[in-house]
């Protein structure tokens, strides 16, 4: 197959999967990136710390301008976890640490209006990219096969059910210690389903050569080492 001459060449493999909310691309990204050792980036925090700044500022998140503008002059990390508190990593925008605060309710059913504009999308997956570009990643996202890093050696979309997804939300906001309704977190994550994949930009879909995974009736052991053997079948890369 001829390389694209345009496209740069990875020294090492990335992993991108996408897929959408709540279908444990998080979970998968985590373990596969733990048994082979690379780093796991989550991209939707980078989205989710633009819409908690936003909501923090007061901003109209209406007002594309001014939310744009933000997420061009924050400045988000991802380091590693400083506390045993079920963190995966820390999360710091401008320097604060904001791990558990986006994901409050508000930023849930506010993220995807949010990661519709084109501005904000610019400015988070030019950094994205750069980290993905550097090899050994497996980065998490929607746009991650089809935009962000198409280069990546192995692209997987993992799907499962509306009511499947809103079940294990609420489990998850229930082991918290918060309160949830199921019903609610339903209609949040087929509103947010929608929204994510009808946007004009870099809508959810699978790229052309991802291989899709259906989680309804998988454990999540049964799916990385799934993910695991298409990796070790993957042509190398470049
Ligand atoms: O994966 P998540 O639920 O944390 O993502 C939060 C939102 O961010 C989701 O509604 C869509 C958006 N997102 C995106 O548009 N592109 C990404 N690469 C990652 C997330």
Redesign the pocket.
Known sequence: MSQNPLRPVLSHPSIAI?GP??SG??TLGKKVADQLDWLFF???????AVTWLALQAGLDLNDQGAVTALAESCVIDVLPASQEDGRTSDLLADGQDITWQ?RRPEV?AN??Q???YAGV?AA??AQ?RRIGLRGQVVM?????GTV?LPEAGLKIYLDASPEERARRRYREVIGRGESADYEHILQIVMK?DQ??ST?AV?P?KAAEDAIVIDSDQLSIEQVVEKTLTLLSEAPPAG
């Open positions: 996408d909310a709540a691309k998080s989550d991209t939707g925090v980078m989205y989710r986006i849930d993220v995807s949010v990661s519709t999308r988070l997956s994205q998490v996202g929607r746009d991650i962000v947010r929204i994510d946007r870099a959810l």
